[in-house]
């Protein structure tokens, strides 16, 4: 076995790049997740009628499928439905891999948003009620507060599954930092400089967004 | 006028009445002890006041103002009466001087300032002055209902309700928090009490209510009721609770 930090040094650029659109997808796909996933948590946590069961599909659905199979369904056939209805729609990988992630983390989000307002202990919302306080101003002042930060340990676990799940879209072939390793290895035969560099970037990614949900945890008292 | 005035006031959860056409008139000023055993509706008549539970039947007017009546205002409504819980609901993620400036804030839509001096007034009066930066969870037992009661009073309420608020407290720290109740009964607050404290309800209450079964079985003075008990019940509940 040879062994060539000169291989390693060569792929750096590339991979960083790569490393790049991967922060950006999982930006966006955990900030559209955050919007999906705390509107629909609300929704389920106070029962909004109707709604309550589309977002039980929704859920159902996401959990239930392979992320990978969702990307594929987005990015190849969400085009082609949209054909049958007489509309042209194109977007490129990168968006159909941020609005993926999204979704998904949307999902997985809402249950976590979900179980930490159901979490508020209902005297709590009484003690609340009695000083006259509006429901409205319940929810911002007492139950949000508390319930948010109850979610910043399973938020922070979430992100990082983002982060990593994107890798599934080289699928699609969005040249994240993944699929930027399989093109390196293809082209130099180079499998383990490739793949090692490949992990540590992820590791460094993963560990920050770590630290930081640390930090945010340590800063909120949480509760 | 009488502060709280119930009409055949029922209440059902299910098909289970606790509370079954109750009449009652109380009026300002009066301390009122309601004893009675667990699940004879004490607690949810206090609840039904401030309108955290819906009564079923009858009537239920705080201060002339029906619970009934679309017309009248809910919060409007839970301002007349503070309330105490036997958990003590303090806001965990909140300092005593910011769980007790809460209501002014908010319901009263008082300024910082304002609300920040009723709340200091207030934490003073309880004798938590030195505590105000405190979180609930850095406090005694006893301390955080103190802080809970100073936190009702915040709202400025014309009656006081208090549902078994020595019951989750160490003995050693009830004293505490009956004291405070004690100024509050000597100032002429009204009160409502849920408690099991025999002593308390001797010293302080005018009147005691003894429920069971969702009735008002008995309805008179403490000191006489305590010494001729009644009925066979009532002795009963009082040998059981003096144990």
Known sequence: ?223 | MSMIECRQMTKRFGDHTVLDRIDLTVDAGEVVVIVGASGSGKSTFLRCVNMLERIDEGDLLVDGKSVRQRSTNVRTLRLEAGMVFQQFNLFPHMTARQNVMLGPRKARGYSRAKAGEIADRLLERVGLVDRAGYFPDALSGGQQQRVAIARALAINPKLMMFDEPTSALDPELRGEVLEVMRGLAEEGMTMLIVTHEVHFALEAATRLLFMDDAHIVHDGDPREMFENPPSERFRDFLRHVRE
């Open chain 1, 1 to 223: 076995m040879n062994f060539s930090w000169d291989v390693i040094w060569a792929s750096v650029p590339q991979l960083l790049q790569g490393a790049e659109l991967t922060a950006y997808i999982t930006l966006l796909g955990i900030g559209g997740g955050m919007v999906i996933g705390t509107l629909s948590g609300l929704a389920l946590a106070f029962q909004v009628p109707l709604l309550r069961w589309v977002l039980f599909v929704y859920v159902s659905v996401i959990r239930g499928t392979p992320i990978v199979v969702q990307a594929m369904f987005i990015y190849f056939a969400v085009p082609m439905i949209a054909l049958g209805f007489g509309t042209q729609l194109t977007f490129s990988a990168f968006t159909a891999a941020s609005v993926c992630l999204a979704l998904n983390a949307g999902a997985y989000i809402t249950e976590i948003i979900r179980g930490a307002v159901l979490s508020v202990n209902r005297g709590l919302i009484d003690a609340a009620l009695a000083l006259g306080l509006s429901r409205r101003q319940v929810l911002a002042d007492v139950v949000g507060p508390i319930a948010f930060r109850r979610s910043v340990p399973p938020l922070g676990n979430q992100f990082i599954i983002s982060l990593k799940d994107s890798a599934l879209f080289i699928v699609i072939g969005v040249g994240e930092l993944a699929q930027q390793g399989d093109r390196l290895v293809a082209e130099t035969g180079r499998a383990i400089e490739v793949w090692t560099t490949v992990g540590v970037i992820y590791l460094a990614m993963t560990f920050t967004l770590a630290m930081i949900m640390k930090l945010i945890e340590k800063r909120m008292r949480i509760l």
